[in-house]
């Protein structure tokens, strides 16, 4: 090691080479990566204790100080599942000296290493920096998680046709019934299958987790905003646009947040101004889907819910006001309904947190598992108006 430092340090003195070396050699020695350091004409300067540890080789690391390296290579070949691919592969990346990292390699034993090279030069010549890091349970943990996104596949699947086709068949046949008949007990059902419905979206999209979001693409706020209002029964509700930048995302999950803020928005700010007496908050369940979805699944699976959220919104009150508008590190959707009482306002985000009745306590954690797979944050305020204030911050805009 003090080979390496009386070289790279620029003509320190005695006192600060040896503080360095010291330094240095404490960090070799704990690292819990693997560490070679060959100097000119391939002479190992350093190994250090972990490299022997993560190659299962009995011995002193001060054991292979000054040897060649290439004839060390050649002698622990063996330990690698490739084992004439090791030395080759050596071979090559010494003749391009470029930086190489996190490349894979198997042992045989059946372990994964990754490995790094960084080429730096000496007054003596070229040196090298090899790097070696046992990567076995990181990539075991890998294949699990590939396993559970298989079965969660196979589960999306069995919900999307195995489920929502017997559901349409219900809720067509309830439909035609409740044209030839009107029954309290039909209603009811209705509202059934339209919270079944409702929990059938959430639950296929946070089957989706894994893939929170796919390509950015730089997305209109504004556009977007109006866009995802067409699609939300809206009653006499209102939009009023305030933003006029845009950011970097992925537009259809993004359509999802701004779908679920307006639904919580529409259902439970205008029931809150027409029911001022009420126990429900600003907090449901929203839309899970981005608006193409959201109008397919209308056709698809049914009208009941549509047209029971639909007649939920025709009453007298005046609607509410919902406002999408611009903060300086992000944005902001607020209305002037009720809003959320401050002691609720920390449990909103959680699981199965619902203050509706017929909520799936879903939507708002969808929301912010979006928001933060963009790297932003999501928190509930007030607005000026009394109403719930959700801003998101942490965003930058491509404008």
Avoid at 125 to 149: F, H, I, M, P, T
Avoid at 319 to 324: K, L
Avoid at 329 to 343: A, I, K, M, N, Q
Avoid at 346 to 357: K, L, M, P, V, W
Wanted: proline fraction near 4%.
């Amino acid at each position: 090691m003090k080979y390496v430092t009386d070289r790279i340090t620029d003509e320190p003195s005695t006192n600060e080479r040896s503080g360095s070396a010291v330094i240095l050699e404490t960090l070799l020695q704990r690292l819990p990566v693997g560490v070679i350091v060959e100097g000119t004409d391939r002479e190992i300067i350093a190994v250090n204790p972990a490299l022997c540890d993560i190659l299962g080789v009995n011995a002193e690391p001060s054991a292979f100080v000054g040897r060649d390296c290439a004839r060390v290579a050649e002698r622990q070949q063996d330990l690698f599942a490739d084992s004439d691919g090791f030395v080759a592969r050596i071979e090559t990346i010494l003749e391009r000296r470029e930086p190489v990292y996190d490349e894979e390699l198997r042992l045989a034993d059946g372990r994964t290493l990754e490995r790094s090279y960084v080429p730096y030069a000496l007054p003596e010549g070229d040196a090298n920096l090899w790097l070696y890091r046992d990567v076995s349970d990181r990539k075991e943990r890998q294949r699990r998680l590939e396993r559970q996104n298989e079965r969660l596949a196979e589960f999306v699947s069995v919900v999307t046709h195995d489920i929502r086709n017997p559901l349409n068949v219900a809720s067509a046949n309830l439909e035609l019934a409740a044209e030839e008949h009107d029954s309290d007990e039909l209603d009811a059902a209705a509202s059934a299958l339209e919270r079944m419905e409702l929990l059938i979206e959430d639950l296929l999209v946070l089957a989706r987790e894994g893939e929170v979001i796919g390509d950015t693409e730089p997305v209109a706020l504004a556009d977007l905003a109006r866009e995802c209002w067409a699609a939300v029964e809206t009653g006499d509700a209102t939009l009023e646009v305030d933003v006029d930048r845009t950011v970097s995302g992925d537009r259809s999950r993004l359509a999802q947040v701004f779908e679920n803020l307006f639904r919580n928005s529409v259902e439970h700010g205008s029931t809150s101004h027409s029911e001022p007496d009420g126990s429900e908050d600003a907090v449901e369940h929203g839309s899970t889907s981005p608006p193409s979805e959201a109008q397919e699944d209308g056709v698809e699976h049914g009208s009941t819910g549509s047209r029971l959220r639909a007649d939920s919104l025709e009453h007298d009150s005046p609607g509410v006001t919902v406002t999408v508008g611009t903060i300086a590190d992000g944005f902001y959707v607020e209305d002037d309904g009720r809003g959320v009482p401050e002691d609720d306002r920390q449990r909103i985000f959680d699981r199965e947190y619902s203050t509706a009745e017929d909520g799936t306590g879903q939507g708002l954690r969808i929301v912010e598992r979006i928001v933060d797979a963009h790297g932003w944050e999501i928190d509930l305020g007030e607005s000026n108006r009394g109403g719930a204030r959700f801003e998101i911050t942490g965003v930058q805009f491509v404008d």
